[in-house]
């Protein structure tokens, strides 16, 4: 109820969102942090000597982790193909069709297709040579530019667009899911050595850039506010992401002990990369938590709004 000649709680919160765009310039800002990160993360374990040496002793230290948990991941990565890649982008797509926001699944579409095939440009975009002695004990396949990640990027830059194309309610627990299969590919780059920890981190940080420039667009030309209750959800992210840190160093515990040199630097950048996961997909969520895209719950809000 209002009062009279005043508008009521949800009119001024309809009008408040709409009006100046406030969330297109948070997740532009997110953009730019994105960029930002991608850039940095290329120069610090990319361009420099300490940074070459943190990146292979972590990628030589990960004989640290368990072996099952690697082959787990293993299986999981190998499962991706251009089949793959080509059928995600058509469920985000399917997705926006069914929920009657077209332009939104079109949208989470192109942004995963501009996060994939980017990465791949960025490979030969972003130089890398060796700078180090253990630069040469990486393997063939890690002696050129693989920055950043094209696996990880697949698994985060999908999580974050189906979070997009997700009805509002369902956003907040859906992060949860979201940080563990973005962490899983991330990380499993890593255990599993396809990648050094420095190309999960960049598939991180130019996922976020493509996703959150997707959902800026989104957000401008389909956006509709709502009110979420399960806001609260997206803490879980937090607890699932140090949960998971603390069972890959048991789990650690019980594996192999020949790397007392390069336990730290895989940790440190395997637990950087699962937090990273985790606050990626929490904060892009908690940001769409109350914009709808579909116009069916449009319309069902809309009239729910109206009842005296």
Known sequence: MSIAGLPSPKASFRQALTSDGSLQKRLLVG?????????????????????????????????????????????????????????LAGLLLLIGIVRRSILVGVMAAAGFGAAVGGAEILKQVFPWQALVPDDARLGED????????????????FVLGLLLVSSARWRPWLAVVAGAVSSAFTAG????????????LGALAWSGLCMNLAASLAVRFEGRPTISKNNQAVLYSVGVGVAMIAGMFLISLTAAHQYPYGDLPFFVLAALIIAGSFSLTAWYAWQLRDIEFSKARIGRDDRERNVP
């Open 31 to 87: 953009a730019l942090v994105c960029f930002c990160l991608l850039i940095v993360f290329h120069i610090g374990l990319v361009g420099t000597t300490w940074g070459h040496q943190l990146d292979a002793d972590a990628y030589l230290g990960r004989g640290a982790f368990s072996r099952k948990v690697m082959i787990l991941d293993a299986v999981l990565l190998m499962r991706v193909t251009d089949a793959t890649v080509i059928g």
């Open 142 to 157: 890690l002696q050129f530019g693989t920055y950043p990640s094209g696996h990880a990027t697949i698994g985060t830059a």
């Open 189 to 200: 780059v890593l255990f599993d050595g396809w990648h050094r920890g420095s190309d999960a």
